[in-house]
Protein backbone atom coordinates (compact mmCIF):
# COMPACT_ATOMS: atom_id res chain seq x y z
CA UNK A 1 0.00 0.00 0.00
CA UNK A 2 2.97 2.27 0.48
CA UNK A 3 4.41 1.63 -2.49
CA UNK A 4 1.28 2.07 -4.41
CA UNK A 5 0.87 5.93 -2.55
CA UNK A 6 4.44 6.49 -2.91
CA UNK A 7 4.25 5.79 -7.37
CA UNK A 8 1.24 7.91 -7.15
CA UNK A 9 2.99 11.08 -5.35
CA UNK A 10 5.67 10.39 -7.62
CA UNK A 11 4.31 10.82 -10.50
CA UNK A 12 1.81 13.30 -9.72
CA UNK A 13 5.72 15.75 -8.82
CA UNK A 14 6.85 15.05 -12.22
CA UNK A 15 3.82 16.06 -14.01
CA UNK A 16 2.62 19.18 -11.80
CA UNK A 17 5.80 20.11 -10.35
CA UNK A 18 7.03 20.91 -6.59
CA UNK A 19 4.30 23.97 -5.88
CA UNK A 20 1.11 21.89 -7.11
CA UNK A 21 1.35 23.99 -10.42
CA UNK A 22 1.08 22.29 -13.63
CA UNK A 23 4.61 23.30 -14.88
CA UNK A 24 4.07 25.29 -18.41
CA UNK A 25 5.83 23.49 -21.72
CA UNK A 26 9.32 24.91 -22.62
CA UNK A 27 9.37 27.39 -25.81
CA UNK A 28 10.60 25.68 -28.27
CA UNK A 29 14.16 25.62 -29.81
CA UNK A 30 14.78 26.52 -33.30
CA UNK A 31 17.94 24.08 -33.03
CA UNK A 32 16.13 21.40 -31.36
CA UNK A 33 13.01 21.66 -33.83
CA UNK A 34 15.56 21.21 -36.73
CA UNK A 35 17.01 17.76 -34.95
CA UNK A 36 14.72 14.36 -34.85
CA UNK A 37 13.35 13.73 -32.02
CA UNK A 38 15.05 11.06 -30.11
CA UNK A 39 12.87 7.83 -29.23
CA UNK A 40 11.71 7.46 -25.83
CA UNK A 41 13.44 5.04 -23.37
CA UNK A 42 10.89 2.52 -22.54
CA UNK A 43 12.04 1.26 -19.32
CA UNK A 44 11.66 -2.84 -18.47
CA UNK A 45 13.39 -6.07 -20.11
CA UNK A 46 13.92 -5.81 -23.72
CA UNK A 47 14.56 -8.72 -26.32
CA UNK A 48 16.78 -8.86 -27.91
CA UNK A 49 16.31 -8.52 -32.13
CA UNK A 50 18.00 -11.86 -33.31
CA UNK A 51 19.21 -9.40 -36.43
CA UNK A 52 21.14 -7.20 -34.15
CA UNK A 53 23.10 -9.78 -32.62
CA UNK A 54 27.39 -9.51 -33.83
CA UNK A 55 29.23 -10.73 -35.33
CA UNK A 56 25.92 -11.60 -37.83
CA UNK A 57 26.64 -15.22 -39.37
CA UNK A 58 25.46 -13.58 -42.56
CA UNK A 59 28.27 -11.35 -42.53
CA UNK A 60 30.22 -14.32 -43.80
CA UNK A 61 30.60 -15.08 -47.63
CA UNK A 62 29.65 -18.45 -47.32
CA UNK A 63 26.69 -18.43 -44.88
CA UNK A 64 24.78 -21.30 -46.16
CA UNK A 65 27.76 -23.20 -46.42
CA UNK A 66 28.75 -23.24 -43.21
CA UNK A 67 29.40 -25.89 -41.10
CA UNK A 68 27.83 -26.75 -37.60
CA UNK A 69 31.58 -26.34 -36.20
CA UNK A 70 31.48 -22.47 -38.25
CA UNK A 71 27.74 -21.78 -37.33
CA UNK A 72 28.60 -22.29 -33.51
CA UNK A 73 31.43 -19.78 -33.42
CA UNK A 74 29.37 -16.68 -34.87
CA UNK A 75 25.58 -18.38 -33.05
CA UNK A 76 26.16 -20.33 -30.54
CA UNK A 77 23.09 -22.75 -30.24
CA UNK A 78 22.11 -22.69 -33.80
CA UNK A 79 22.28 -25.89 -35.61
CA UNK A 80 20.67 -24.60 -38.69
CA UNK A 81 23.25 -26.49 -40.55
CA UNK A 82 22.60 -30.02 -39.07
CA UNK A 83 19.50 -29.88 -39.52
CA UNK A 84 19.78 -28.94 -43.12
CA UNK A 85 21.69 -31.89 -43.73
CA UNK A 86 18.88 -34.06 -42.13
CA UNK A 87 16.35 -32.92 -44.28
CA UNK A 88 18.31 -33.59 -47.11
CA UNK A 89 18.42 -37.15 -46.17
CA UNK A 90 22.37 -37.22 -45.33
CA UNK A 91 23.70 -39.97 -43.33
CA UNK A 92 25.06 -39.15 -39.94
CA UNK A 93 27.90 -40.81 -38.03
CA UNK A 94 26.54 -43.53 -35.47
CA UNK A 95 28.20 -45.81 -33.48
CA UNK A 96 25.92 -48.75 -33.75
CA UNK A 97 27.16 -51.68 -36.15
CA UNK A 98 25.55 -50.75 -39.80
CA UNK A 99 24.71 -54.88 -39.57
CA UNK A 100 22.19 -54.51 -36.83
CA UNK A 101 21.09 -50.76 -37.57
CA UNK A 102 21.90 -49.80 -41.07
CA UNK A 103 20.13 -46.50 -41.24
CA UNK A 104 21.21 -45.50 -37.32
CA UNK A 105 22.36 -42.39 -38.48
CA UNK A 106 20.15 -41.28 -41.10
CA UNK A 107 16.69 -39.82 -39.59
CA UNK A 108 15.05 -38.41 -42.72
CA UNK A 109 15.22 -40.25 -46.28
CA UNK A 110 17.18 -39.14 -49.15
CA UNK A 111 14.71 -37.07 -51.88
CA UNK A 112 12.75 -39.55 -54.71
CA UNK A 113 9.75 -39.39 -57.10
CA UNK A 114 8.01 -43.10 -56.66
CA UNK A 115 5.49 -43.29 -59.43
CA UNK A 116 2.77 -40.87 -58.49
CA UNK A 117 4.38 -38.87 -56.23
CA UNK A 118 6.46 -35.58 -56.11
CA UNK A 119 9.98 -35.02 -56.04
CA UNK A 120 10.22 -35.06 -52.33
CA UNK A 121 11.80 -37.55 -49.35
CA UNK A 122 10.67 -40.94 -49.71
CA UNK A 123 8.89 -41.61 -46.54
CA UNK A 124 6.41 -38.93 -47.76
CA UNK A 125 6.96 -39.90 -51.52
CA UNK A 126 5.74 -43.58 -50.09
CA UNK A 127 3.01 -41.74 -48.18
CA UNK A 128 1.37 -40.14 -51.23
CA UNK A 129 1.73 -43.03 -53.47
CA UNK A 130 -0.85 -45.38 -50.95
CA UNK A 131 -3.17 -42.40 -50.10
CA UNK A 132 -3.59 -40.90 -53.58
CA UNK A 133 -3.59 -43.83 -55.59
CA UNK A 134 -3.18 -47.12 -54.24
CA UNK A 135 -6.37 -46.61 -51.44
CA UNK A 136 -8.26 -44.68 -53.67
CA UNK A 137 -7.84 -46.33 -57.20
CA UNK A 138 -8.12 -49.76 -55.33
CA UNK A 139 -11.50 -48.78 -53.62
CA UNK A 140 -12.65 -47.84 -57.00
CA UNK A 141 -11.64 -51.32 -58.66
CA UNK A 142 -13.27 -53.42 -56.18
CA UNK A 143 -16.60 -51.55 -56.93
CA UNK A 144 -16.37 -51.86 -60.17
CA UNK A 145 -15.80 -55.23 -60.07
CA UNK A 146 -18.36 -55.92 -57.66
CA UNK A 147 -21.59 -53.70 -59.93
CA UNK A 148 -20.14 -55.69 -63.38
CA UNK A 149 -20.66 -59.11 -61.45
CA UNK A 150 -23.62 -58.25 -60.09
CA UNK A 151 -24.78 -56.82 -63.21
CA UNK A 152 -23.94 -59.39 -65.36
CA UNK A 153 -25.52 -61.62 -63.48
CA UNK A 154 -28.99 -59.95 -63.17
CA UNK A 155 -28.71 -59.22 -66.96
CA UNK A 156 -27.28 -63.11 -68.32
CA UNK A 157 -28.11 -65.10 -65.10
CA UNK A 158 -26.28 -68.46 -63.91
CA UNK A 159 -24.76 -69.66 -67.29
CA UNK A 160 -25.20 -73.42 -68.86
CA UNK A 161 -27.87 -75.66 -68.17
CA UNK A 162 -29.01 -78.36 -65.62
CA UNK A 163 -27.76 -81.88 -65.95
CA UNK A 164 -28.67 -85.16 -64.18
CA UNK A 165 -25.94 -86.28 -61.77
CA UNK A 166 -27.87 -89.37 -60.24
CA UNK A 167 -26.32 -92.55 -59.62
CA UNK A 168 -27.08 -94.01 -62.59
CA UNK A 169 -25.46 -91.04 -64.56
CA UNK A 170 -21.45 -91.45 -65.93
CA UNK A 171 -19.09 -89.08 -64.46
CA UNK A 172 -15.91 -87.37 -65.55
CA UNK A 173 -13.55 -87.35 -62.61
CA UNK A 174 -12.64 -83.31 -63.65
CA UNK A 175 -10.68 -82.76 -60.36
CA UNK A 176 -8.53 -85.64 -57.94
CA UNK A 177 -8.91 -85.56 -54.04
CA UNK A 178 -4.67 -84.17 -54.29
CA UNK A 179 -5.87 -81.41 -56.73
CA UNK A 180 -8.94 -80.07 -54.60
CA UNK A 181 -6.82 -80.45 -51.50
CA UNK A 182 -4.49 -77.85 -53.04
CA UNK A 183 -7.45 -75.51 -54.58
CA UNK A 184 -9.08 -75.33 -50.99
CA UNK A 185 -5.94 -74.59 -49.03
CA UNK A 186 -4.77 -72.13 -51.45
CA UNK A 187 -8.87 -70.41 -50.90
CA UNK A 188 -8.79 -70.77 -47.65
CA UNK A 189 -5.33 -68.56 -47.21
CA UNK A 190 -6.28 -66.01 -49.78
CA UNK A 191 -9.23 -65.72 -48.26
CA UNK A 192 -7.99 -64.86 -45.21
CA UNK A 193 -5.00 -62.34 -46.18
CA UNK A 194 -8.00 -60.77 -48.65
CA UNK A 195 -9.98 -59.82 -45.75
CA UNK A 196 -7.24 -59.22 -43.42
CA UNK A 197 -5.73 -57.31 -45.97
CA UNK A 198 -8.95 -55.26 -46.65
CA UNK A 199 -9.61 -54.15 -42.88
CA UNK A 200 -5.84 -52.91 -42.44
CA UNK A 201 -6.28 -50.87 -45.86
CA UNK A 202 -9.93 -49.59 -45.78
CA UNK A 203 -10.95 -50.69 -42.67
CA UNK A 204 -10.10 -47.15 -41.31
CA UNK A 205 -13.57 -45.55 -43.65
CA UNK A 206 -15.69 -48.34 -43.08
CA UNK A 207 -15.09 -49.87 -39.38
CA UNK A 208 -13.36 -47.32 -37.62
CA UNK A 209 -16.78 -45.18 -37.67
CA UNK A 210 -18.73 -47.95 -36.03
CA UNK A 211 -16.30 -49.96 -34.07
CA UNK A 212 -14.50 -46.70 -32.33
CA UNK A 213 -10.76 -46.56 -32.13
CA UNK A 214 -10.00 -48.92 -29.16
CA UNK A 215 -11.38 -51.59 -30.65
CA UNK A 216 -10.80 -51.29 -34.39
CA UNK A 217 -7.32 -51.38 -33.27
CA UNK A 218 -7.01 -54.49 -31.13
CA UNK A 219 -8.88 -55.98 -34.28
CA UNK A 220 -6.34 -54.16 -37.09
CA UNK A 221 -3.45 -55.94 -34.94
CA UNK A 222 -4.91 -58.75 -34.77
CA UNK A 223 -5.74 -59.32 -38.07
CA UNK A 224 -2.13 -58.29 -38.84
CA UNK A 225 -0.87 -61.37 -37.05
CA UNK A 226 -3.16 -63.90 -38.69
CA UNK A 227 -2.19 -62.40 -42.33
CA UNK A 228 1.77 -62.68 -41.20
CA UNK A 229 1.31 -66.02 -40.35
CA UNK A 230 -1.00 -67.10 -43.11
CA UNK A 231 0.88 -65.75 -45.43
CA UNK A 232 3.46 -69.13 -45.94
CA UNK A 233 0.86 -71.45 -46.26
CA UNK A 234 -0.40 -69.54 -49.37
CA UNK A 235 2.83 -69.44 -50.64
CA UNK A 236 3.31 -73.13 -50.00
CA UNK A 237 -0.22 -73.60 -51.52
CA UNK A 238 0.27 -71.22 -54.25
CA UNK A 239 3.84 -73.10 -55.18
CA UNK A 240 1.39 -76.54 -55.28
CA UNK A 241 -0.98 -74.94 -57.44
CA UNK A 242 1.21 -73.93 -59.99
CA UNK A 243 2.79 -76.93 -60.80
CA UNK A 244 -0.45 -79.05 -60.48
CA UNK A 245 -2.13 -77.33 -62.98
CA UNK A 246 0.36 -75.23 -65.60
CA UNK A 247 0.48 -78.43 -67.82
CA UNK A 248 -3.06 -78.19 -68.94
CA UNK A 249 -3.07 -73.87 -68.62
CA UNK A 250 -0.52 -73.91 -71.94
CA UNK A 251 -2.32 -71.82 -74.18
CA UNK A 252 -3.32 -73.33 -77.93
CA UNK A 253 -5.10 -72.80 -80.92
CA UNK A 254 -8.89 -73.41 -79.45
CA UNK A 255 -7.74 -70.54 -77.56
CA UNK A 256 -7.56 -68.03 -80.10
CA UNK A 257 -10.73 -68.86 -81.20
CA UNK A 258 -12.33 -68.92 -77.44
CA UNK A 259 -11.21 -65.43 -77.34
CA UNK A 260 -12.01 -64.36 -80.69
CA UNK A 261 -16.12 -65.19 -79.71
CA UNK A 262 -15.59 -63.54 -76.59
CA UNK A 263 -16.01 -67.41 -74.68
CA UNK A 264 -19.53 -67.27 -76.68
CA UNK A 265 -20.80 -63.90 -75.32
CA UNK A 266 -20.11 -61.94 -78.77
CA UNK A 267 -21.45 -64.87 -80.97
CA UNK A 268 -24.62 -67.10 -81.28
CA UNK A 269 -22.56 -70.11 -79.13
CA UNK A 270 -23.74 -69.88 -75.74
CA UNK A 271 -20.09 -72.23 -74.96
CA UNK A 272 -17.25 -72.25 -77.33
CA UNK A 273 -15.48 -75.51 -77.33
CA UNK A 274 -12.46 -75.59 -74.93
CA UNK A 275 -10.16 -78.24 -73.27
CA UNK A 276 -9.98 -79.09 -69.71
CA UNK A 277 -9.13 -75.21 -69.06
CA UNK A 278 -10.82 -72.35 -70.90
CA UNK A 279 -8.81 -69.37 -72.15
CA UNK A 280 -10.70 -67.24 -69.43
CA UNK A 281 -9.48 -69.70 -67.37
CA UNK A 282 -5.50 -69.44 -68.47
CA UNK A 283 -5.77 -65.58 -67.98
CA UNK A 284 -6.78 -66.03 -64.74
CA UNK A 285 -4.33 -68.72 -63.75
CA UNK A 286 -1.39 -66.89 -65.51
CA UNK A 287 -2.29 -62.82 -65.07
CA UNK A 288 -4.40 -63.57 -61.82
CA UNK A 289 -2.73 -66.23 -59.87
CA UNK A 290 0.52 -67.24 -60.76
CA UNK A 291 2.89 -64.06 -61.73
CA UNK A 292 0.95 -61.50 -59.19
CA UNK A 293 0.90 -64.32 -56.96
CA UNK A 294 4.97 -65.10 -57.18
CA UNK A 295 5.51 -61.00 -56.70
CA UNK A 296 2.98 -60.80 -53.74
CA UNK A 297 4.68 -63.70 -52.21
CA UNK A 298 8.25 -62.18 -52.40
CA UNK A 299 7.04 -59.18 -51.01
CA UNK A 300 5.52 -59.85 -48.20
CA UNK A 301 8.48 -61.81 -47.41
CA UNK A 302 10.24 -58.69 -47.50
CA UNK A 303 7.57 -57.43 -45.37
CA UNK A 304 8.12 -59.70 -42.87
CA UNK A 305 11.77 -59.60 -42.97
CA UNK A 306 12.34 -63.30 -43.79
CA UNK A 307 14.68 -63.02 -46.86
CA UNK A 308 18.01 -61.68 -45.94
CA UNK A 309 19.68 -59.05 -47.12
CA UNK A 310 16.23 -57.31 -47.93
CA UNK A 311 13.88 -55.33 -45.80
CA UNK A 312 16.65 -54.02 -43.92
CA UNK A 313 15.77 -50.19 -44.36
CA UNK A 314 12.89 -48.35 -45.32
CA UNK A 315 13.37 -48.07 -49.07
CA UNK A 316 13.26 -51.96 -49.72
CA UNK A 317 10.16 -51.87 -47.08
CA UNK A 318 8.21 -48.88 -48.88
CA UNK A 319 9.21 -50.16 -52.60
CA UNK A 320 7.68 -54.21 -51.66
CA UNK A 321 4.67 -52.32 -50.09
CA UNK A 322 3.67 -50.75 -53.07
CA UNK A 323 4.20 -53.92 -55.21
CA UNK A 324 2.60 -56.16 -52.78
CA UNK A 325 -0.53 -53.52 -51.95
CA UNK A 326 -0.86 -53.05 -55.80
CA UNK A 327 -1.01 -56.71 -56.92
CA UNK A 328 -2.55 -57.91 -54.10
CA UNK A 329 -5.79 -55.54 -55.10
CA UNK A 330 -5.29 -56.44 -58.45
CA UNK A 331 -5.39 -60.39 -57.29
CA UNK A 332 -8.63 -59.72 -55.26
CA UNK A 333 -10.44 -57.44 -58.16
CA UNK A 334 -9.86 -61.01 -60.48
CA UNK A 335 -10.34 -63.84 -58.11
CA UNK A 336 -14.28 -62.19 -57.52
CA UNK A 337 -14.65 -63.07 -60.85
CA UNK A 338 -13.37 -66.68 -60.41
CA UNK A 339 -15.21 -66.99 -57.31
CA UNK A 340 -18.53 -65.69 -58.95
CA UNK A 341 -18.58 -68.27 -61.87
CA UNK A 342 -17.35 -70.70 -59.60
CA UNK A 343 -20.29 -70.63 -57.26
CA UNK A 344 -23.39 -69.00 -58.64
CA UNK A 345 -22.30 -67.70 -62.25
CA UNK A 346 -21.88 -71.06 -63.83
CA UNK A 347 -24.64 -74.01 -63.00
CA UNK A 348 -22.49 -77.03 -61.96
CA UNK A 349 -19.24 -75.41 -61.86
CA UNK A 350 -18.93 -75.49 -57.36
CA UNK A 351 -20.04 -78.95 -57.36
CA UNK A 352 -16.89 -79.81 -59.94
CA UNK A 353 -14.60 -78.73 -57.17
CA UNK A 354 -16.74 -79.96 -54.28
CA UNK A 355 -16.75 -83.47 -54.96
CA UNK A 356 -13.81 -83.83 -58.09
CA UNK A 357 -17.01 -84.97 -60.71
CA UNK A 358 -19.07 -83.85 -63.65
CA UNK A 359 -21.47 -85.17 -65.80
CA UNK A 360 -20.61 -85.99 -69.67
CA UNK A 361 -23.35 -83.46 -70.52
CA UNK A 362 -21.59 -80.95 -68.33
CA UNK A 363 -18.27 -81.54 -69.70
CA UNK A 364 -19.56 -81.79 -73.04
CA UNK A 365 -21.71 -78.15 -72.75
CA UNK A 366 -18.61 -76.36 -71.27
CA UNK A 367 -15.59 -77.95 -72.46
CA UNK A 368 -16.39 -79.83 -75.62
CA UNK A 369 -12.25 -80.76 -76.41
CA UNK A 370 -11.75 -81.74 -73.42
CA UNK A 371 -14.40 -84.05 -73.42
CA UNK A 372 -13.37 -85.39 -76.88
CA UNK A 373 -10.35 -86.52 -75.59
CA UNK A 374 -11.82 -88.41 -72.77
CA UNK A 375 -13.93 -90.24 -74.87
CA UNK A 376 -11.05 -90.96 -77.00
CA UNK A 377 -9.41 -92.14 -74.26
CA UNK A 378 -6.56 -89.95 -74.42
CA UNK A 379 -7.44 -88.75 -70.78
CA UNK A 380 -8.49 -91.23 -68.39
CA UNK A 381 -12.40 -90.71 -67.35
CA UNK A 382 -11.03 -91.68 -63.71
CA UNK A 383 -7.87 -90.16 -62.48
CA UNK A 384 -7.38 -91.19 -58.58
CA UNK A 385 -6.42 -94.47 -57.29
CA UNK A 386 -9.71 -95.79 -56.36
CA UNK A 387 -12.44 -95.12 -58.97
CA UNK A 388 -15.72 -95.48 -57.81
CA UNK A 389 -18.20 -98.80 -58.44
CA UNK A 390 -20.74 -96.48 -60.21
CA UNK A 391 -17.95 -95.26 -62.26
CA UNK A 392 -16.24 -98.04 -63.04
CA UNK A 393 -19.63 -99.90 -63.98
CA UNK A 394 -21.03 -97.27 -66.43
CA UNK A 395 -17.87 -96.76 -68.04
CA UNK A 396 -18.36 -98.73 -71.65
CA UNK A 397 -15.98 -101.47 -72.59
CA UNK A 398 -13.65 -100.69 -75.26
CA UNK A 399 -15.73 -100.72 -78.75
CA UNK A 400 -18.82 -99.99 -76.73
CA UNK A 401 -20.42 -97.15 -77.84
CA UNK A 402 -20.77 -94.44 -75.22
CA UNK A 403 -23.86 -93.21 -73.91
CA UNK A 404 -25.04 -89.30 -73.15
Not at 18 to 25: I, K, L, V
Not at 67 to 87: D, F, H, L, S
Not at 165 to 192: G, L, V, Y
Not at 306 to 311: A, E
Request: glycine share 10%; net charge neutral.
Amino acid sequence: MKYIVWSMALAASLAWGPSGAQTPPAAPDASAAAAPAAPAAVGGVQSQNIFQVKPDASADPKYAEQTNGERMKVQPGNNAPMWRQVGQGVTGYSSLPVTQAPEAGNLIQRFVQYPGSRVTNAGEAWRQVRNHWIIPYGAALFAIVLLALGIFYFVKGPLGHEHPDDASARRIERFTPFERAAHWSNAFAFITLAISGIVMAFGKFFLLPIMGATLFGWLTYALKNVHNFMGPLFAVSLAVIILTFVKDNIANRADFVWLSKGGGMLGGDHQVPSHRFNAGEKGLFWWGITIPGIFVVGTGLVLDKLIPGFGDVRGDMQIAHMIHATLAIWMMALICGHIYMGTVGMRGAYKAMKTGYVSDGWAQEHHELWYDDVQAGKIPRERSANPSAADTAATPSAGQPAQV
